[in-house]
């Protein structure tokens, strides 16, 4: 150990003057031969002990020292992983391949039949559990919620009766997400009477992971350059503080330009009407971030990628003005700073999901987000407003569990904590728009999330006004 008035001293008493953050490389190695080798090697002319002076230290471009080296692993939704032309048949691989993974995480806590053995007389009025896909979801005259279940074997019937324990749970079921029910059978076994919804979950006992070494990752989604509500002042403040902020990751969870053609009329709202030139714009604002960042940048519904999820990482010929610190990444995708995991989701799905369940609304994505991990499927639902790309493999599913699901496209702040896993929208850097005033959409523009790897607490800053503002 060697606190920091030892370091000073032994600089002193050899009329040395030391920087601070050499002072806190130092203690932080707490090496005494290490203290010692500096001040037999500065050159004599030395008045102040600068980085430069210590071996190992190394200055990054930008004059500031990592506090660790970003360590950045893309664990799925590398560029190049998806994006393949796909037959119609892969739809049935695809579902398979959801009902295998995500039953068996139910299947584990459960014994479940197969629905096709229902039809037997021996089970009319007994306790039956099932496993399956829901094909379609109903709400009937009296309110309560009638769900087709589906298997490999057959289909069943099944009903959530308003007046029992859990039916908020069952307004939340979406079509093609896979569930476990346990419940008792009609007397002519063609109705299961639901006790129990069953989803895949995350178990209570899970614990996330934490860095052992100190590193902060700053979380943003939806910047929108190109338009005219792009908010280029506070990008501008965001942009100075990153500069002095000792942070060493910036993820952006989609919607990095406004795109071209995305809705009818956005020509008249586009500062920036051409896609390339939107992306270089892009590029040169995060030129002049720092060079020690690792940028990771997916793509949202206004990118120039395909709109079907998972979509492609942006291709190389839009992104030459980019600093090289950046990585470009698919939506999803799960990627690991310093073993950290953060599920980055651009978030479409929460347009079904306000379409399909009660109560739900644009004003806090939280309950969707932690519905999503509760299902373990980002966007279960086929053919509304999130386009899926089907593929032999469901690459929207929830697994591994992150440590941190992180969504944009709402533009609406939430942050909510479930089973150890921590949900965070951050919001967006447009303001509102014409389409979203008419919607009754409230942004909440100019907001980062800085969260600290090594206690996993979110942080977060209001960009939107003069001064940096500290929201907790
Ligand atoms: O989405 C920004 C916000 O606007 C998000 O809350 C969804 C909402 N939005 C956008 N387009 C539509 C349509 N067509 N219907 C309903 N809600 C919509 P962004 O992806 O940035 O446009
Ligand atoms: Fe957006
Ligand atoms: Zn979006």
Redesign the pocket.
Known sequence: MLSTETIVQRFLDTKLQVHPEVVRYLAEKGDSDLLERVVSTVPGDTIVVLAQHVPGMGLSKDGTRFLTDPEVEIINGGEGSSGGVLGVTDYLHYFRHRYDHLGGLIRSRCSAMPIEALKKPRYREEKCTIIGLVSEVKSTTKGHRRVDVEDSTGTVAVLFNKDRPGFADAETLLPDEVIGVKGSLSSDGKLLFADQLLRPDIPHSHAPYTSQTPGKAVLIS?I?VGSDTFLDDAWERFSEWIRGADISYLLCAG?LVDGIG??PGQEAELTIKNIYEQYDFLGELLQSLPSRLKIILAP???DVVRGAEPQPAIPRKFTGKFPDNCVFVENPALVSLQGVRVLMYHG?S??DQIGLTPGAS?ENPSPMMEWMLKRRHLAPTYGR?TPIAADRQDHLMIDPIPEILMTG????MGIVQYHGTLAINAG?W?SQ?A??KQ?N?N?TPARAVVLDLQTLAPTILDFSGEEMVVLG
């Open positions: 939806d929108h919607d995305i809705y949202g519904n206004h479409r929460i347009d644009y407003k496209h709402v533009h609406v967006t447009q728009t389409f979203q919607m959409i942004p």
